[in-house]
């Protein structure tokens, strides 16, 4: 009886609402109570990255995960035993909804320059403390654009990833020049002389001889991008999910 009520409070995370109270009451419990809070800069990330993510601290109920989380937790050779790296969660609303479509808590670890959470290792995902062949997935949710050298976290996750495993890479899709996003937020992530990946192809390119099996595509078919005057509600997403070989 205790083991299908714990089931089913789990299951109730993959409703943005419900994550949404239980991750501030995680947050305020750890932050304020625990008073447990890690934060570290890395010289591979563009200087705004810490300011610009600590703004977003307190929402746990975003659906653009859904485009990784969801197809990722059909496929069949993922159990509750696959051991998950989440790469940028910043919070807990990433590894919340994995164990609402039903990944095992004990399995899942996110990886951020910054945490709270003791689910949420502190580190610099160009370089980190993980054990060779240590995952058999690896989630990348609109992390990537800050990498001065997405290169360098390709090597460094090829490193940990097992053989064979599952990669989830999603990015916003944009149009917005640096000027743009200067106008929009007041500063700029992206320094000058640095270009985000912009469509599937240039993400599996990173990965180049090491791509196997691509089992999700989505190149921002509607092509929505934020502009300098507003953002858009709905903006299109790039995501790509494949396997690799060592
Ligand atoms: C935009 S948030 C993504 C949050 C969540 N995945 C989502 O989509 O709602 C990007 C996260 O990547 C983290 N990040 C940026 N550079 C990093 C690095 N070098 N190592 C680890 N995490 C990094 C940031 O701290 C931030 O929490």
């Not at 054990?131 to 997405?150: C, E, H, M, R, W």
């Not at 007041?186 to 993400?203: D, F, H, K, L």
């Not at 929505?224 to 494949?242: E, K």
């Amino acid at each position: 009886m205790l083991a299908k009520l714990s089931k089913i409070a789990r299951q109730l995370l993959i409703i943005p609402s419900v994550r949404q109270f239980v991750g501030r009451i995680r947050l305020f419990y750890f932050l304020k109570i625990q008073k447990r809070w890690q934060i570290i800069s890395s010289e591979n990330a563009f200087d705004n990255t810490n300011a610009h993510n600590l703004r977003g601290l307190h929402y746990f109920d975003t659906p653009r995960m859904n485009i990784l989380i969801k197809p990722i937790s059909v496929l069949e050779f993922l159990n509750h035993d696959s051991k998950i790296l989440v790469v940028g969660p910043r919070n807990e609303g990433d590894l919340l909804s994995l164990i609402g479509h039903g990944f095992s808590k004990d399995n899942i670890r996110g990886l951020d320059l910054m945490s709270y959470s003791p689910l949420i290792d502190v580190g610099d995902m160009h370089q980190t403390s993980y054990a060779d062949n240590s995952f058999d997935v690896i989630i990348s949710g609109y992390t990537l654009g800050y990498s001065k050298d997405p290169q360098k976290w390709v090597q460094e996750s090829l490193r940990i990833a097992k053989n064979g495993a599952l990669f989830g890479i999603a990015v916003e899709y944009s149009e917005m020049t640096n000027d743009d996003v200067r106008k929009l937020c007041g500063y700029e992530i992206v320094e000058e002389g640095y270009r985000e990946c912009n469509s599937v192809q240039e993400i599996l390119d990173l990965f180049s001889a090491h791509v196997d099996h691509i089992y999700f595509s989505h190149d921002a078919p509607s092509k929505r991008s934020h502009t300098a005057d507003g953002l858009v509600s709905n903006p299109s997403r790039i995501c790509v999910i494949f396997t690799i070989k060592k």
